[in-house]
């Protein structure tokens, strides 16, 4: 156990839908980040927050955002779901910017 | 963005030291050199890194070759629970911005 917790586990939704998936980060974990991991396009990063400010992007679609609150978990938000966003949606938290990123279990999002 | 190559898949025999290795020709200066795994139906776990020397912790070791153009990550007994794909990254210092790249999936046989 990594000490990051996400929910759902499991998202079932329908095309054109919006969802929202939630990540906390390990306790004292300053850094949230997010990754998507399909079939066909593997392991990618999609944006890390660091204490409430987002600090780097990857391939985030313009339709999906993220923000990290106060008591620093993380939302990250897709809308106007299509097919191929269907994956595994991975959140990790450091405890600075730099360092070794501890991963949650994921959510698995099916877009139906 | 400097790359890593690494082979598709390796396969061990349990019990057994693995060395699963890494290619980062364009690594720069700066760029630290990081391994995760992943297990099936987990998400990615961190493993180790370096910059120039040699390192060891109680998963593994990690050799990074001279001119810091290769690395390879040491398992020095393999066991069934290592089955997973490892994952070479490179990152900017300064950066803890990780682009995975297909990893080597690693089969350990008993």
């Known amino acids: 156990d990594s000490g990051v917790t996400q929910t759902p586990k499991h998202l079932i939704t329908a095309t054109g839908q919006r969802v929202t998936l939630r990540c906390s980060p390990r306790s004292g974990d300053l850094s949230v980040y997010w990754y998507q991991q399909s079939l066909d396009q593997g392991l990618q990063f999609l944006i890390q927050y660091y204490n409430g400010e987002e600090r780097a992007k990857g391939n985030i679609l313009e339709r999906f955002s993220a923000q990290q609150f106060p008591d620093l978990h993380s939302e990250l938000n897709l809308s106007s779901l299509e097919l191929g966003d269907s994956a595994l949606y991975f959140c990790?938290?450091?405890?600075?910017?730099?360092?070794?990123?501890?991963f949650g279990p994921g959510t698995r999002l099916t877009v139906l | 963005d400097a790359k890593t190559t690494q082979p598709n898949s390796m396969e061990s025999n349990e019990e057994e030291p693995v060395h699963l290795p890494c290619n980062h020709s364009t690594i720069s200066g700066t760029d630290y050199i990081h391994w995760y795994r992943q297990l099936p139906s987990q998400g990615p776990e961190y493993v180790i890194h370096g910059l120039t020397s040699n390192v060891n912790n109680r998963m593994a070791s990690l050799a990074i070759a001279e001119d810091r153009k290769s690395s390879t990550l040491i398992l020095h007994r393999a066991t069934l629970r290592d089955a997973a794909v490892y994952y070479c990254i490179l990152t900017v210092y300064n950066n803890n911005d990780m682009r995975f790249g297909a990893g080597t999936r690693l089969t350990v046989k008993p």
């Open positions: 990790a938290s450091s405890a600075g910017q730099y360092n070794e990123q501890f």
